[in-house]
């Protein structure tokens, strides 16, 4: 009641929905940012691994083309 004369609501129900309402938000917020930061690190995690094996199959070309030429 206190704080429903404080913020000039009415009454405390709407209030207490208010509330709700806004802890959803920030939950929604945080998750949001919480999914692009995984994004961003699956992106940079197949960059690095694709680079790493294109590495190994260029080793591995340069192996059998050793081979071949002795």
């Keep these: 009641m206190w704080l429903c004369g404080i ?5 405390p129900s ?10 959803l ?3 929604s917020f945080y ?6 930061k995984q994004a961003d690190r699956i992106t940079r995690l197949t960059q690095v ?3 790493e094996k294109f590495y190994r ?4 070309a340069d192996r059998t083309d050793e081979e071949t030429t002795k």
Excluded: D, P, V
């Excluded at 998750?31 to 692009?36: D, G, H, I, K, R």
């Excluded at 199959?57 to 591995?60: A, S, T, Y």
């Design 31 to 36: 998750q949001t940012a919480l999914l692009s």
């Design 14 to 23: 709407n209030l207490i929905y208010l509330f709700g309402i806004l802890i």
């Design 7 to 11: 913020t000039g609501i009415e009454t």
């Design 25 to 27: 938000l920030l939950i």
């Design 57 to 60: 199959e260029q080793k591995e």
């Design 49 to 51: 691994l694709s680079i």
